[in-house]
């Protein structure tokens, strides 16, 4: 089994910054894909960012030149810098893991809030 702890969310306030953390543990293959998804209170569920093994990126529109994704392959942890967060940020953030296998898997989430 495969299990995604998330941390680093909170209260921000507009215009600052916050990074996410997401570990990964258990039976991991090395060829994966790790993501970040939100949803906002009546939303549905949108990836926000999402990095290979090899380190290929991909990033919603609306987070392109705030947010960076990064990853640590050697301790299956994926991080999300968040930078010049808006109230629309605000959003419970969820953690994914995509194996070469179509296994997927989900952090609990964590919450993010940005105060205006």
């Known amino acids: 089994q495969v299990q995604l702890v998330e941390s680093g969310g909170g209260l921000v306030r507009a215009g600052g910054s916050l990074r996410l953390s997401c570990a990964a543990s258990?039976?991991?293959?090395?060829?994966?894909?790790m993501g970040w998804y939100r949803q906002a209170p009546g939303k549905q569920r949108e990836l926000v960012a999402d990095i290979s093994s090899g380190g290929s990126t991909n990033y919603a529109d609306s987070v392109k030149g705030r947010f960076t994704i990064s990853r640590d392959n050697a301790k299956n942890t994926v991080y999300l810098q968040m930078n010049s967060v808006t109230p629309e940020d605000t959003a419970v953030y969820y953690c994914?893991?995509?194996?070469?296998?179509?296994?997927?898997?989900w952090g609990q989430g964590t919450q993010v809030t940005v105060s205006s």
């Open positions: 258990g039976s991991i293959f090395r060829t994966n894909t």
């Open positions: 994914k893991l995509d194996q070469w296998t179509r296994s997927a898997y």
